[in-house]
Nanobody, 115 residues
Framework: QVQLVESGGGLVQAGGSLRLTCAAS????????MNWYRQAPGKQRELVAD???????NYADSVKGRFTISRDNAKNTVYLQMSSLKPEDTAVYYC?????????WGTGTLVTVSS
């Protein structure tokens, strides 16, 4: 069974920072690529960042230089540090992992950036 629980969202002013946390319950967490997605109102869900088992990271162009993804394998946790937030970052942020060809999602955490 896979369970992903996001936390850390909230309301922040433009230019501010937030750190999202995803607590994962999944076998062999340290071997898995972990992903953060987001979905803004009226838009499709998009990949924000991912981190491989070896710690390699990948970012959407829209967040490069502002967001940092990291993981703590001892805690089965992945983080998304978000800085210099913009109103267009407003979205529900989801933690995601793939196992045996299936996608697993958390329930999401809402980030609202006011101008």
């Amino acid at each position: 069974q896979v369970q992903l629980v996001e936390s850390g969202g909230g309301l922040v002013q433009a230019g501010g920072s937030l750190r999202l946390t995803c607590a994962a319950s999944i076998a062999a967490f340290s071997t898995r690529t972990m992903n953060w997605y987001r979905q803004a109102p009226g838009k499709q869900r998009e990949l924000v960042a991912d981190i491989t088992s070896s710690g390699n990271t990948n970012y959407a162009d829209s967040v490069k230089g502002r967001f940092t993804i990291s993981r703590d394998n001892a805690k089965n946790t992945v983080y998304l540090q978000m800085s210099s937030l913009k109103p267009e970052d407003t979205a529900v942020y989801y933690c995601n992992v793939r196992r045996s060809g299936l996608h697993y999602w958390g329930t999401g955490t809402l980030v609202t950036v006011s101008s």
